[in-house]
């Protein structure tokens, strides 16, 4: 029983369409998060983050920065990876929807203005790599194929 659940969340559509939206959406995510745990890229590392996040409601700053962070960043790795995509890309999708609306969806939508349409597009990548999985060149079709031969 626990192999099928993990084969079917390995499993994916074996197209090429995973490899370009993993990889642009792993290094968009892991440079995010890279700001918001270590002050990377002109960030401002987690007591700067967790400061601003406290100061918008979402509190403790310093443990959401933590959490946003983290899912951003090893996230962003796993999906460049493609290791534990589906659940990777459903954490992935949360991180997105929060962050719509709890900053960005009372500045409309487009970016100009910090509203949400750079996290809407990071969404819909997300909900497509839940719905297709990470496709033919990923870690997870690897071991999806390793775990097939010794069932």
């Given at each position: 029983?626990?192999?099928?659940?993990?084969?079917?969340?390995l499993?994916?559509?074996k197209?090429?369409?995973?490899?370009?939206?993993?990889?642009?959406?792993?290094?968009?995510?892991?440079?995010?998060?890279?700001?918001?745990?270590?002050?990377?890229?002109?960030?401002?590392?987690?007591?700067?983050?967790?400061q601003?996040?406290?100061?918008?409601?979402?509190?403790?700053?310093?443990?959401?920065?933590?959490?946003?962070?983290?899912?951003?960043?090893?996230?962003?790795?796993?999906?460049?990876?493609?290791?534990?995509?589906?659940?990777?890309?459903?954490?992935?999708?949360?991180?997105?929807?929060i962050?719509?609306?709890?900053?960005?969806?009372?500045?409309?939508?487009?970016?100009?203005?910090?509203?949400?349409?750079?996290?809407?597009?990071?969404?819909?990548?997300?909900?497509?790599?839940?719905?297709?999985?990470?496709g033919?060149?990923?870690?997870?079709?690897?071991?999806?194929?390793?775990?097939?031969k010794?069932?």
């Amino acid at each position: 029983m626990t192999t099928s659940i993990i084969q079917n969340t390995l499993t994916s559509n074996k197209s090429l369409s995973g490899l370009p939206l993993r990889l642009i959406a792993g290094i968009i995510f892991t440079a995010h998060g890279s700001q918001k745990l270590f002050a990377w890229f002109g960030g401002y590392g987690l007591d700067g983050t967790g400061q601003w996040m406290e100061s918008i409601g979402l509190a403790p700053g310093f443990y959401m920065a933590m959490l946003a962070g983290g899912a951003e960043f090893f996230g962003g790795l796993l999906l460049i990876l493609g290791l534990l995509t589906r659940p990777t890309s459903i954490v992935l999708a949360i991180t997105m929807v929060i962050a719509i609306f709890s900053v960005h969806i009372s500045n409309g939508l487009f970016m100009s203005s910090n509203g949400y349409e750079f996290a809407l597009s990071l969404l819909a990548i997300t909900l497509a790599l839940i719905i297709q999985g990470a496709g033919e060149f990923s870690l997870d079709n690897v071991i999806s194929k390793k775990l097939n031969k010794t069932a």
